[in-house]
């Protein structure tokens, strides 16, 4: 009997992965993924809480996954998956980008210590393209270990 991968059972590099890999061209979707892999609180909360889905492997280079989305609001709700108001802000930025959910920029921004504002800044600078071969990003993305 083959099982088929679960996005519970993948470590978090590999989680990653296959987010960015679904995401690949869509800068928005990538900017989201970015983000929530740099604020290291949300993708393992995510996995936990089942609210990331693994699709088939496309392309042929590996696993590809996404958030549900439409189901991370209900979550938060019950209490399923929580963090501090920066670490909800930054969940808020991520919905907005990925999946055009509406967000209060000002509130947003003025509820943000500065890492995560830096990590904001980041996401939509990414999410307009600034991250171009030719250019250094307007905001980069910090260096992780």
Known sequence: MILEPRAA???????????????????????????????????????????VCLLDDVDGEGLWAHVAWPEVDAALRAGTIGGSGS??????????LADGQ????????????RAALGLLLAAVAHAGGSHG?????LAAWPVRG
């Open 9 to 51: 059972d993948l470590d978090l590099a590999d989680l990653e992965t296959a987010l960015l890999r679904a995401a690949v061209g869509d800068y928005s979707a990538e900017a989201a993924v970015l983000l929530l892999a740099n604020a290291g609180h949300w993708l393992p909360q995510l996995q936990a809480a089942g609210l």
């Open 87 to 96: 670490q909800l802000r930054l969940l808020r930025a991520a919905a907005s």
């Open 102 to 113: 509406p967000v209060d920029l000002g509130d947003l921004a003025a509820g943000l210590d």
């Open 133 to 137: 071969d030719d250019q250094a990003p």
